[in-house]
């Protein structure tokens, strides 16, 4: 299968020996990993497949293929506390993706650029670093639109290789599980004049549809199971706080915007369940979860909440982590941090955030969680294409249906 961005290059055999010295280094490192963790068995029995969509929280090195990307982390020390080399995941192990895939018997994700993947039957990864609902917010990564069309392709090479029949009940029993919005207001806040509330509403509406349109497309490619995660706490992470020159404080305007975003979020979500047939889906609580653990970080078993682990400047929040032209500081220990770069969580606090995505109650992820996700069987009712029955109204930043707190 054609997967564009891909250069390939001509290497000398002692290239050769010693990329195959790494891969294997690679699957050492991941066949001991299985048993580092017990809390990391399957927890469950029904074989699915997972297409993954986001930004830098979901990426597994997608932007490693990216030749204009400045969004790339294959560099130490990124990677260094589970796979001990960088992997291009803007973290210090794994990202919460690695473990849902974990925790449903899948394998860890490589990134779906990369041309040695090509076992599209247990699901893939499309998402990039810098990735935005809206193209024009960034054009040096890959936005949502081109995942999901990425997608696609993948749905027909499924197609080819199972048949129609098979195929399709895959496609409907999968898990479509995305992360996407972060990037797009961040720099809205931070590249706009003259911000007012109506301004800001109308941009969470075009965001929210365009997110809305893209998962009307992967409905109609066959998926029926989402798992939207909603925005964090953009306003209160380090690097947002070095950015707004913030000692204690959240930048309140981020934190608005996020909050406008994910109420939004919940109200389509609901929407397109009670219009679409077979459609299931789940919201997790990024914001709330991960913003308490910043704000109470010894009450999680953490020494250090907003500041990260590796980065420079009074929270570490510049992004500068593993440069090799300024100087930048790296903790001893991430297993102490919330953070580990200037906007991204430590392995540690994704092995508590997978069981809240997994296990979690209605508190924190709703109406289901991911364990009862997988678990609930799709009406044998089917679309009929009929676009009457998609919304195709934007969603008032301000329906809310469940409140951040």
Same mark, same amino acid.
């Given at each position: 299968?054609?997967?564009?961005?891909?250069?390939?290059?001509?290497?000398?055999?002692?290239?050769?020996?010693?990329?195959?010295?790494?891969?294997?280094?690679?699957?050492?490192?991941?066949?001991?990993?299985?048993?580092?963790?017990?809390?990391?068995?399957?927890?469950? $029995?029904?074989?699915?497949?997972?297409?993954?969509?986001?930004?830098?929280?979901?990426?597994?090195?997608?932007?490693?293929?990216?030749?204009?990307?400045?969004?790339?982390?294959?560099? /130490? /020390?990124?990677?260094?506390?589970?796979?001990?080399?960088?992997?291009?995941?803007?973290?210090?192990?794994?990202? %919460?993706?690695?473990?849902?895939?974990?925790?449903?018997?899948?394998?860890?994700?490589?990134?779906?650029?990369?041309?040695?993947?090509?076992?599209?039957?247990?699901?893939?990864?499309?998402?990039?670093?810098?990735?935005?609902? %809206?193209?024009? =917010?960034?054009?040096?990564?890959?936005?949502?639109?081109?995942?999901?069309?990425? %997608?696609?392709?993948?749905?027909?090479?499924?197609?080819?290789?199972?048949?129609? #029949?098979?195929?399709?009940?895959?496609?409907?029993?999968?898990?479509?599980?995305? *992360?996407?919005?972060?990037?797009?207001?961040?720099?809205?806040?931070? #590249?706009?004049? $003259?911000?007012?509330?109506?301004?800001?509403?109308?941009?969470?509406?075009?965001?929210?549809?365009?997110?809305?349109?893209?998962?009307?497309?992967?409905?109609?490619?066959?998926?029926?199971?989402?798992?939207?995660?909603?925005?964090?706490?953009?306003?209160?992470?380090?690097? *947002?706080?070095?950015?707004?020159? @913030?000692? #204690?404080?959240?930048?309140?305007?981020?934190?608005?915007?996020?909050?406008?975003? $994910?109420?939004?979020?919940?109200?389509?979500?609901?929407?397109?369940?009670?219009?679409?047939?077979?459609?299931?889906?789940?919201?997790?609580?990024?914001?709330?979860?991960?913003?308490?653990?910043?704000? $109470?970080? @010894?009450?999680?078993?953490?020494?250090?909440?907003?500041?990260?682990?590796?980065?420079?400047?009074?929270?570490?929040?510049?992004?500068?982590?593993? *440069?090799?032209?300024?100087?930048?500081?790296?903790?001893?220990?991430?297993?102490?941090?919330?953070?580990?770069?200037?906007?991204?969580?430590?392995?540690?606090?994704?092995?508590?955030?997978?069981?809240?995505?997994?296990?979690?109650?209605?508190?924190?992820?709703?109406?289901?969680?991911?364990?009862?996700?997988?678990? %609930?069987?799709?009406? =044998?009712? @089917?679309?009929?294409?009929?676009?009457?029955?998609?919304? =195709?109204?934007?969603?008032?930043?301000?329906?809310?249906?469940?409140?951040?707190?």
């Amino acid at each position: 299968m054609f997967k564009p961005t891909v250069t390939i290059t001509i290497m000398s055999s002692l290239e050769n020996h010693f990329r195959f010295l790494f891969v294997l280094a690679i699957l050492i490192a991941l066949a001991n990993s299985q048993t580092d963790k017990p809390n990391l068995r399957v927890q469950s $029995n029904k074989k699915i497949a997972m297409f993954v969509f986001g930004d830098s929280l979901f990426d597994p090195g997608n932007n490693d293929y990216v030749p204009s990307s400045g969004a790339r982390v294959n560099f /130490p /020390p990124y990677g260094e506390t589970f796979f001990h080399y960088p992997t291009g995941r803007d973290c210090d192990g794994r990202i %919460l993706p690695d473990f849902a895939a974990a925790y449903a018997g899948l394998p860890y994700w490589r990134a779906y650029l990369d041309p040695d993947d090509d076992n599209f039957t247990v699901g893939v990864n499309f998402a990039s670093a810098g990735a935005c609902a %809206l193209i024009e =917010t960034n054009n040096n990564s890959i936005p949502f639109e081109i995942q999901v069309k990425y %997608l696609k392709d993948v749905a027909n090479l499924l197609k080819d290789q199972l048949g129609e #029949t098979e195929a399709k009940e895959l496609l409907e029993r999968a898990i479509y599980y995305s *992360s996407i919005g972060g990037v797009d207001y961040t720099s809205f806040i931070i #590249t706009a004049t $003259n911000v007012t509330e109506s301004l800001v509403e109308d941009y969470v509406n075009i965001v929210i549809g365009n997110i809305t349109n893209q998962i009307k497309e992967i409905y109609n490619v066959g998926g029926r199971k989402f798992a939207f995660q909603n925005v964090g706490p953009l306003g209160c992470t380090p690097g *947002s706080k070095e950015s707004f020159n @913030t000692t #204690t404080d959240c930048a309140e305007a981020l934190q608005n915007i996020a909050t406008m975003h $994910n109420n939004a979020l919940n109200v389509v979500a609901e929407k397109l369940a009670s219009e679409l047939p077979g459609f299931k889906y789940l919201v997790f609580d990024f914001f709330n979860a991960l913003m308490d653990r910043t704000q $109470n970080p @010894t009450k999680y078993g953490f020494k250090v909440g907003d500041v990260a682990c590796c980065g420079s400047g009074a929270h570490r929040g510049d992004s500068n982590c593993g *440069s090799l032209t300024t100087a930048y500081e790296l903790c001893s220990d991430p297993n102490e941090y919330v953070y580990f770069d200037a906007g991204h969580p430590t392995e540690a606090c994704n092995i508590q955030l997978i069981e809240l995505l997994w296990n979690g109650s209605t508190d924190v992820i709703w109406p289901v969680n991911m364990r009862e996700l997988i678990e %609930l069987e799709i009406e =044998t009712e @089917t679309y009929s294409g009929n676009d009457d029955l998609l919304i =195709t109204e934007q969603v008032p930043a301000d329906d809310v249906s469940k409140t951040q707190q």
